[in-house]
C-alpha cells in the first residue's frame, strides 16, 4: 500500500505526481473531479485493513497474486468491468461505500528525493482537480496551507497510516502460511456448467480452523482474526456481483469458462 516515488511506476491511476507548494500553486483551488471514466472501467481497487468491515458489506476482499499480495474489493469479476460505477466513476448507489483509495486521489503522499523519507504532499496534475477555478475551495490562506489542503493532507496521512497496518497484517498472513490459491464456480440458472473464477488468493479457511489454540489466541488479540473473517464473510458478494453484471449486460460469455485473473 506505500505510495511509489515519483520517478517509480506510479500508483493505479496516477498519470503523474506534482508536489503542492506555494510559489506554483498559491493562487489555485481545488474542487471535485468531474468525470474519471478509468475508474468505471476498473473492476479492483486497494483497499486498507481498516476499512475491511465496511468493505465486506459491499465487495469480495481477495489478495492480489504476486510478491505483495495486498487486498483488493473486487467491482467486477472480469477485467474491465465495473457494475457499481458508471462510464464517469460515479457511484449508481448513494449508499454504497468507496473505498479510501478512491477518495484519496488525486492526491497522495509521496517521497520526492530516495535518500529522504520525507514525505510532500502531491496530486495528480492531469486530473483537472487543482487549478485555476473560480469555484472550488483555495489551497492556501496567505502563506499557509487553507483549511481544505489540511483536511487532505490529515486524509492522506491517515491513509498511510492504514497501509502500514496493511502491510503488517499481509506480512503475518504469508508468514503464517495462510493463504492459498483462491477458485469461485457460480453457477446461474439455465446452464450447465458454471463459470469459475481464480486469479486470486484468499486466507485458507482450514488453516484457521486447525491453528493452535495459543496462535488462535494471538491472531484474536493482535486484531488479525476480525480482519481474517471480514475477508472470508466478503467472499459471498462475488455471486451477487457476478448476477450484477448478468443484469446489466456484462456478463463475462454467453458460454461458462474460466477466468485466470480475477485481479
Known amino acids: 500500500m506505500a505510495t511509489a516515488a515519483p520517478n517509480e511506476n506510479l500508483p493505479l491511476f496516477y498519470k503523474t505526481i506534482e508536489p503542492l507548494n506555494l510559489d506554483q500553486h498559491g493562487k ?5 473531479i468531474q ?3 478509468e475508474v468505471g472501467q476498473t ?7 481498516d ?8 465487495f469480495p476482499i481477495v489478495f492480489a497474486v504476486g510478491e505483495t499480495p495486498l487486498p483488493i474489493a473486487l467491482m467486477g469479476l472480469n477485467e474491465g468491468t465495473n457494475v457499481f460505477l458508471d462510464e464517469n466513476g460515479r457511484s449508481t448507489d448513494p449508499n454504497l461505500y468507496i473505498p479510501a483509495y478512491l477518495r484519496r486521489y488525486p492526491f497522495l503522499l509521496a517521497k520526492l528525493r530516495p535518500d529522504s523519507d520525507e514525505l510532500s504532499l502531491c496530486y495528480d496534475s492531469t486530473s483537472g482537480a487543482v487549478g485555476d477555478f473560480e469555484d472550488g475551495e483555495p489551497l492556501f490562506d496567505g502563506n499557509e496551507p487553507s483549511g481544505a489542503t489540511k483536511a487532505i493532507l490529515e486524509f492522506c496521512e491517515q491513509f498511510e497510516a492504514a497501509g502500514l497496518r496493511t502491510n503488517a497484517f499481509v506480512e503475518d498472513l504469508v508468514k503464517s502460511d495462510l493463504l492459498m ?3 469461485v464456480a457460480i453457477q446461474p440458472e439455465g446452464f450447465d456448467q458454471p463459470f469459475v473464477y481464480r486469479g486470486f488468493r484468499m486466507v485458507d479457511e482450514e488453516k484457521i480452523r486447525n491453528l493452535r489454540g495459543d496462535e488462535l489466541r494471538k491472531m484474536n488479540q493482535n486484531g488479525m482474526l476480525p480482519l481474517i473473517y ?6 459471498s458478494q462475488m455471486r451477487d456481483i457476478f448476477a450484477r453484471q448478468m443484469q446489466q449486460g456484462k456478463a463475462p460469455s454467453l458460454m461458462p469458462q ?5 485481479v
Not at 28 to 32: A, I, P, W
Not at 43 to 49: D, E, G, I, M
Not at 52 to 58: G, I, Y
Not at 230 to 235: E, G, I, N, V
Open 35 to 37: 468525470s474519471m471514466p
Open 230 to 235: 471480514a475477508h472470508l464473510f466478503s467472499l
Open 258 to 262: 474460466v477466468s485466470d485473473a480475477i
Open 181 to 183: 490459491d483462491g477458485e
Open 51 to 58: 476499512e475491511f468491515t465496511l468493505v465486506q458489506r459491499h
Open 28 to 32: 489555485m483551488k481545488v474542487r471535485g
Open 43 to 49: 473492476h479492483a481497487v486497494p483497499v486498507t485493513v
